[in-house]
């Protein structure tokens, strides 16, 4: 999923306790460079922490996000267990668990952990998000569904309404051909975000699938003006659709020799 790590990654710091420890102090400092993208410093300020405090969970924690942010999945494991093997109803590192197993495609062993982060903290929506994305992967489309509609009402309750949920939800109600319903959710997302290149993206394809090349084209088009999000060569392939659906072979043809160039070493 797009943005997943921005939002996965996105819980407050702990607050400092009074007398707060040498080794929180130094997790404090660790989480500031993570914060500032120092991944690096920031795993060897929490191995001075944990030199210190072992079981220190938070310390535990971080240093799995700031490993995962770097591709050491292994570390990342490694550092989840100590951190459940210290405190197993700790919903966090229980829910990212469960999001490296999801990242990893070991999603059997992804389903469980989120559930139980779920049972252990229902208010979050980033757990019944993650285990929608699982269940969709495994073909389990009416589990997923249930699930991506519960993000979005926990995150609306908590006043957190994000676009790219609604897509995710979006997306699966296009595949499932629900379309009514895939383009409310797409214009409820635009609305947050009306520069977003995937909704922009999303709402062409719906278009596509409706019958309305025209409008597809303009939406695709709009989609290749903005920046981040879904990769070019995904619009400019929908765009040469639209445009042969058109009859306006020329700028399909010039889409097609985009995706040509791009392709070459």
Same mark, same amino acid.
């Not at 407050?12 to 660790?30: D, K, N, V």
């Not at 757990?127 to 979005?152: C, D, F, P, V």
């Given at each position: 999923?797009?943005?997943?790590?921005?939002?996965?990654?996105?819980?407050?710091?702990?607050?400092? /306790?009074?007398?707060?420890?040498?080794?929180?102090?130094?997790?404090?400092?660790?989480?500031?460079?993570?914060?500032?993208? $120092?991944? /690096?410093?920031?795993?060897?300020?929490?191995?001075?922490?944990?030199?210190?405090? /072992?079981?220190?969970?938070?310390?535990?924690?971080? $240093?799995? $996000?700031?490993?995962?942010?770097?591709?050491?999945?292994?570390?990342?494991?490694?550092?989840?267990?100590?951190?459940?093997?210290?405190?197993? =109803?700790?919903?966090?590192?229980?829910?990212?668990?469960?999001?490296?197993?999801?990242?990893?495609?070991?999603?059997?062993?992804?389903?469980?952990?989120?559930?139980?982060?779920?049972?252990?903290?229902?208010? =979050?929506?980033?757990?019944?998000?993650?285990?929608?994305?699982?269940?969709?992967?495994?073909?389990?489309?009416?589990?997923?569904?249930?699930?991506?509609?519960?993000?979005?009402?926990?995150?609306?309750?908590?006043?957190?309404?994000?676009?790219?949920?609604?897509?995710?939800?979006?997306?699966?109600?296009?595949?499932?051909?629900?379309?009514?319903?895939?383009?409310?959710?797409?214009?409820?997302?635009?609305?947050?975000?009306?520069?977003?290149?995937?909704?922009?993206?999303?709402?062409?394809?719906?278009?596509?699938?409706?019958?309305?090349?025209?409008?597809?084209?303009?939406?695709?088009?709009?989609?290749?003006?903005?920046?981040?999000?879904?990769?070019?060569?995904?619009?400019?392939?929908?765009?040469?659709?639209?445009?042969?659906?058109?009859?306006?072979?020329?700028?399909?043809?010039?889409?097609?020799?985009?995706?040509?160039?791009?392709? $070459?070493?």
């Amino acid at each position: 999923m797009r943005g997943a790590c921005l939002i996965v990654f996105a819980a407050a710091a702990l607050a400092q /306790p009074p007398g707060a420890s040498p080794a929180y102090r130094l997790y404090e400092q660790a989480n500031a460079l993570f914060t500032a993208q $120092k991944l /690096p410093q920031c795993l060897a300020t929490l191995d001075e922490a944990l030199g210190l405090d /072992p079981k220190l969970v938070p310390a535990l924690t971080l $240093k799995a $996000k700031a490993a995962m942010g770097m591709n050491r999945f292994d570390l990342a494991r490694q550092s989840l267990n100590q951190a459940l093997a210290a405190e197993p =109803d700790a919903w966090y590192p229980r829910f990212l668990s469960g999001f490296l197993y999801h990242l990893e495609n070991e999603l059997r062993l992804a389903l469980p952990e989120l559930e139980r982060a779920r049972k252990l903290n229902p208010r =979050d929506p980033r757990s019944a998000l993650y285990l929608g994305l699982t269940q969709e992967s495994l073909g389990r489309t009416a589990e997923a569904m249930a699930l991506y509609q519960e993000t979005i009402r926990l995150e609306e309750a908590a006043g957190k309404a994000q676009a790219e949920t609604l897509l995710t939800c979006a997306r699966l109600l296009l595949l499932l051909g629900r379309l009514e319903e895939c383009a409310q959710l797409i214009d409820r997302a635009l609305r947050l975000e009306p520069d977003s290149r995937d909704a922009r993206y999303e709402r062409a394809r719906l278009l596509l699938k409706r019958g309305d090349a025209s409008g597809a084209a303009r939406e695709g088009e709009h989609a290749l003006r903005l920046a981040g999000g879904v990769a070019e060569r995904q619009i400019r392939y929908l765009l040469v659709r639209a445009y042969q659906a058109l009859g306006e072979e020329k700028l399909a043809a010039r889409h097609a020799a985009a995706l040509r160039a791009a392709e $070459k070493p």
